[in-house]
C-alpha cells in the first residue's frame, strides 16, 4: 500500500511542475511507475509503462534498459540482448547499466563481451572502490568473490 501512495505522491509532484511538458511529465511517471511495478515483479504492468516511455522518447536509456530486464525475468533472451545492446548504445558511460549488462551477458556465457562491457580505467575504478585499485575487478565473479 505504501508504494501506490508513493505514486500518488510523485503524481502529485509531477503535476505541480507546470515548466515541464505534457511528454517529459507523461514519461517521468511512467518510468517511475514501471521500475515500481519491475521491482514488484508485476511485469506485464512494468512493460506497459516502459513499451510507452520509448514511444514517447525513442532514445530514452531508463525505458529500453527496464525492457531488457523485463525480457531477461521473462527468459527472452534474444530481446533482451537486443534491448541492452540499444540501450548501452545510448549510454555506454552509464556503469549501472554496463554492469547490469555484463551481468546478462555472463548468464549467456559471453564472459569476454561482459568484461569489455565492463571495462573501467583506473580512475574509474579507484573512485568506486574508495581510491583503492581493484585489478582483480570481473563481471562474471559473484559480488562476494570480487
Not at 518510468?31 to 525513442?58: D, I, S, W
Not at 533472451?77 to 545492446?85: D, G, I, R, V
Request: a positive charge.
Amino acid at each position: 500500500m505504501a508504494k501506490w501512495k508513493r505514486a500518488v505522491l510523485g503524481v502529485s509532484i509531477l503535476a505541480g511542475c507546470q515548466h515541464y511538458s505534457a511528454v517529459e511529465q507523461s514519461v517521468a511517471m511512467r518510468l517511475y511507475l514501471g521500475e515500481q511495478y519491475l521491482q514488484m515483479q508485476q511485469l506485464t504492468h512494468a512493460e506497459r509503462n516502459f513499451r510507452k516511455v520509448v514511444a514517447l522518447q525513442p532514445n530514452n536509456v531508463q525505458g529500453w534498459w527496464g525492457l531488457a530486464q523485463i525480457a531477461a525475468h521473462q527468459g527472452d533472451t534474444s530481446t533482451a540482448l537486443l534491448y541492452y545492446q540499444r540501450a548501452f548504445q545510448m549510454a555506454p558511460e552509464n556503469t549501472r547499466l554496463s554492469d547490469n549488462y555484463g551481468a546478462f551477458l555472463c548468464t549467456l556465457g559471453q564472459y569476454d563481451e561482459a568484461r569489455r562491457i565492463v571495462k573501467r580505467d583506473k580512475k574509474t575504478i579507484g573512485n568506486q572502490n574508495g581510491g583503492q585499485e581493484n585489478r582483480s575487478w570481473d563481471p562474471c565473479l559473484p559480488k562476494s568473490a570480487r
